[in-house]
């Protein structure tokens, strides 16, 4: 048995409807399963969905305030006003405010821009920048990404004569600002028909408003901030992505070709994915390090030279920011495993001086990622007594309403269920630490801090094919709220298996089932060679890609997590050296047996692992769910109670013999005969004396020898008294098997066939009649 790393959750689809998919709307079963599971049954619904055009679009003198903000703004321009757009210091903020400088700039507006500093100034409206724009003779600030919660500011940017415009899209609270418009998809006075719209979604609906058309070339910068902000990927937002994306592929704006460059991307093969992982976190690396105003500065590039240098800024902070990362993971990794917070704990809280609190939720992500804990990752600042962090949870824990059971002690929090970021004074860590792993062991199950792996399709082996995988890419964007589609297929078998990569970290298999065979790939995952038996049902969790190699394509899976449910037979038979297999055992699951006392005496000192002598009296009190097999028992009937009792997942054969019978053999009865009547003509011979010559003339062992003298005592043929055989004269003639060495031969032998000699298969055969009951169906 091989034990998946996560709780596998597999979506059931209606057979029905995955039908009906499929026929209407002439699509592979792949595609049709996947749309079942993610709740699409309606055709028209569905075909809306697959097929978004500009209607998709909502007029966006929809929003609440859209008139006032687009009638003030063109005032200011008309009148020639002075305009800042004050925007934010991640992707979507930096998006939002390169959105809302272009369309102004192509209006001919007097407008600057200007974006908190992390470190100084915080997120959101600041009193200090905003007096900065009172002096610089700014008539009018626009807010882009932020500005709902900023009602101090606000007011304060009123009593100094200036006029403000938001747009937001993070929730807004009960009191909302006094600025002279706010533009929000979530307006407490608006009924817009998408609430879910991200920053830069709403900077685009007004950039959309003071054209009167649709500026389809912001469309990638609407796509970049959208992706990036991780807002569900749905109605307006799933076409602002599905447009930038083509608008990307093709576009001629520097930024988007020095990105590229400088992530080393092909701009054609430009998906949702570059923006998540290649372009997004170095836009958002200025901001998380330094000032992100330069992000700003390469969407706004006009000539490639310039792109490329802002380019290559960002790129050097995104390397700084993942070693910091680094550094800081490998810090917290430290603390917790060191035991100074509770290796156990249900909720992990570390925390440091001079931590970096701009990538603190990236290293609490990692965290959770490694320990599947609920984790709050905090930077120290004792010359100002606090602490400042992110946390990020896991399924079961809602972090929003157990961090507000501390609000005595945590002033400043803010967040949803699954991540919140926080402010508290320093000397009361250890007591929030404390607070919340006791709410972690009251709610939490020993199930609840096993990781999930949510599993969309089932998929048979036949239904995978080039077509099929190509298909699926209509279905994207995929992303928050659509993600990217994993995928299971269950109880094949491994035909062939084999590590790659310069480490041999890698895994490169063929799995089948009866009629198709597909090629599939582990990164990291080498050591499931060293985990995975023949003649084994498994079932592998993952990926569709197309491999192409010298013009050819084949599909392949990418292989994320595996089981099977069967038990294992591990064939370590014949290796002598035990350095060359102990390390192929877990053994803190494995029970090491031995029936024999002197294997234990072989063993102990190279095992240094308690083993267990079995006898047909031996209780068993100790269970584990592995076992290995150090030597062969004296009968069948032993073995199987071993595996009645015990009913290992994993079995380890090692069958070490020191003395094989088996290529021996029993002497046959010429042997026998020639051997009595030699004794016969002597009546008495001293074998011990001279086995050796005796067995240099006839070509037999000594121990051959010793054998048939042995089978004769026991018969009554001879005595032996010190080596020395005597006839004994007048003995009724008897049955080589009625001695009882002979029969302990014969079965020996006879084991040694079935268990040390056998070929895998049939060694598995045998254990596997004696393991039926065990497979877990």
């Not at 800042?84 to 369309?103: E, K, N, P």
């Not at 592995?626 to 079995?651: F, H, N, S, T």
Request: charged share 25%; net charge negative.
């Amino acid at each position: 048995m091989l034990e998946s790393k996560k709780r596998w959750q597999i979506e059931d689809t209606d057979p029905t409807i995955v039908e009906l998919l499929k026929k209407e709307l002439n699509i592979p079963t792949v595609s049709a399963k996947l749309l079942a599971s993610r709740g699409y049954s309606n055709i028209e619904q569905t075909r809306s969905f697959l097929k978004m055009d500009e209607s998709t679009m909502h007029d966006p003198f929809l929003l609440y305030d859209m008139d006032v903000a687009v009638k003030r703004i063109k005032s200011a321009i008309d009148h020639e006003e002075n305009i800042l757009i004050y925007g934010d210091y991640d992707a979507d903020g930096v998006t939002s405010t390169s959105v809302m400088m272009s369309v102004l700039q192509s209006l001919d507006a007097n407008v600057a821009f200007a974006i908190p500093n992390r470190f100084t100034d915080g997120y959101g409206p600041s009193e200090r920048l905003f007096k900065q724009a009172y002096d610089d003779g700014i008539d009018l600030i626009i807010t882009v990404d932020n500005g709902i919660s900023g009602i101090e500011e606000v007011k304060l940017a009123k009593e100094l004569g200036m006029d403000v415009i938001i747009t937001d899209h993070h929730e807004p609270g009960d009191i909302l600002p006094p600025a002279d418009a706010i533009i929000h998809p979530r307006h407490p006075k608006g009924n817009y028909p998408f609430g879910e719209l991200a920053g830069v979604g709403v900077a685009f609906k007004l950039a959309h408003a003071l054209l009167g058309s649709v500026p389809k070339e912001l469309f990638e910068l609407v796509a970049i901030g959208t992706v990036a902000d991780l807002v569900p990927l749905k109605n307006e937002n799933r076409y602002f992505v599905k447009q930038g994306l083509h608008h990307m592929r093709k576009s001629v704006r520097p930024a988007i070709q020095a990105l590229c460059q400088i992530s080393g991307i092909e701009q054609q093969n430009i998906t949702e994915e570059t923006i998540g992982f290649m372009f997004g976190p170095r836009i958002n690396a200025l901001g998380r390090l330094a000032d992100a105003g330069p992000g700003v500065d390469l969407f706004l590039a006009t000539n490639a030279a310039d792109a490329q240098s802002i380019a290559k800024e960002l790129d050097a902070y995104n390397k700084e920011r993942q070693s910091i990362v680094s550094k800081m993971t490998e810090e917290a990794i430290s603390l917790v495993e060191s035991g100074e917070i509770g290796l156990n704990s249900h909720v992990i809280v570390v925390a440091k001086e001079g931590w970096n609190p701009g990538v603190v939720g990236i290293v609490a992500s990692k965290l959770v990622e490694k320990y599947y804990r609920p984790t709050l990752v905090l930077g120290l600042d004792s010359e100002k007594g606090i602490a400042k962090g992110s946390a990020r949870s896991i399924e079961g824990f809602h972090l929003y309403d157990e961090l507000a059971k501390n609000l005595d002690i945590l002033p400043h929090f803010g967040g949803h269920p699954m991540a919140a970021g926080m402010t508290l004074a320093f000397d009361q860590v250890n007591e929030l630490r404390q607070r919340l792993n006791k709410q972690g062991e009251e709610i939490l199950t020993e199930e609840d801090l096993i990781p999930i792996q949510k599993i969309d399709i089932k998929l048979k082996m036949d239904e995978i094919d080039i077509n099929s995988i190509e298909a699926l890419k209509e279905l994207g964007p995929f992303g928050m709220d659509f993600p990217k589609p994993v995928y299971c297929i269950e109880d094949v078998n491994v035909a062939s298996m084999r590590k790659i990569g310069a480490n041999q970290n890698h895994v490169k298999l063929e799995i089948e089932d009866d009629s198709t065979i597909l090629d599939a790939v582990g990164f990291g995952q080498g050591h499931l060679v060293d985990e995975l038996t023949s003649g084994v049902r498994v079932s592998f969790v993952g990926d569709l890609q197309i491999n192409e190699w010298n013009g050819r394509k084949k599909p392949q899976f990418m292989i994320n997590d595996v089981q099977t449910k069967d038990w294992q037979l591990f064939d370590i038979r014949g290796i002598r050296q035990t350095n060359r297999w102990i390390h192929l055992i877990q053994k803190e699951e494995t029970l090491f047996i031995a029936f024999d006392q002197k294997t234990i005496k072989h063993f102990e000192t190279v095992l240094h692992q308690p083993i267990l002598h079995v006898k047909e009296d031996t209780l068993f009190t100790e269970h584990k769910p592995y076992i290995a097999l150090l030597d062969i028992p004296i009968d069948e009937q032993l073995l199987e109670k071993v595996l009645r009792k015990l009913e290992p997942k994993r079995i380890y054969a090692h069958f070490y013999v020191p003395e094989s019978k088996y290529f021996e053999g029993i002497p046959n009865r010429d042997h026998f005969k020639w051997f009595y009547g030699f004794l016969l003509k002597r009546k008495s011979f001293d074998l011990q004396l001279h086995a050796e010559e005796l067995a240099k003339h006839k070509g037999w062992s000594q121990e051959t020898l010793f054998f048939m003298a042995q089978v004769f005592f026991e018969l009554g043929f001879v005595r032996i008294d010190n080596g020395r055989i005597d006839i004994l004269e007048g003995q009724v003639k008897r049955d080589l098997v009625e001695s009882v060495a002979y029969q302990s031969r014969a079965a020996q032998i006879e084991l040694e066939q079935k268990l040390l000699y056998a070929p895998y298969m049939e060694l598995k055969q045998w254990f596997d009649s004696r393991l039926v009951k065990q497979t877990v169906s």
